[in-house]
């Protein structure tokens, strides 16, 4: 079985930082293409960022361009979201996930496995 599991979420004041991690057990993890979706009451599954299996290609939905920065380490099966100047409007539940494919999708309902969530709060 694959495993993806988050961390690193919490309660953080609106200009701050906070950096996302999400590892990966049971599988080949250099093979998969990897994303991060966040989630807030009432909404749909968002599309936040993706990155390839070698971490050349990077795509990110337009509200955090320049502010979060996606990256992976294959060597220690972790992805991490890195995000600065953090908005009350990034509060959800984010979601980390496997596809097995190059280029990473941004419909979620195309990746194949998924983590149990973290949970960012920001106040202003």
């Known amino acids: 079985q694959v495993q993806l599991v988050e961390s690193g979420g919490g309660l953080v004041q609106a200009g701050g930082s906070l950096r996302l991690s999400c590892t990966a057990s ?46 992976r380490d294959n060597a220690k099966n972790t992805v991490y979201l890195q995000m600065n100047v953090l908005k009350p409007e990034d509060t959800a539940v984010y979601y980390c996930a496997a596809d097995l494919g190059v280029v990473p999708p941004t419909n979620p309902s195309r990746y194949d496995y998924w983590g149990q969530g973290t949970q960012v709060t920001v106040s202003s």
């Open 26 to 71: 049971g599988g080949t993890f250099s093979s998969y293409a990897m994303g991060w979706f966040r989630q807030a009451p009432g909404k749909e599954r968002e599309f936040v960022a993706a990155i390839s299996w070698k971490g050349t290609y990077t795509n990110y939905e337009d509200s955090v361009k320049g502010r979060f920065t996606i990256s």
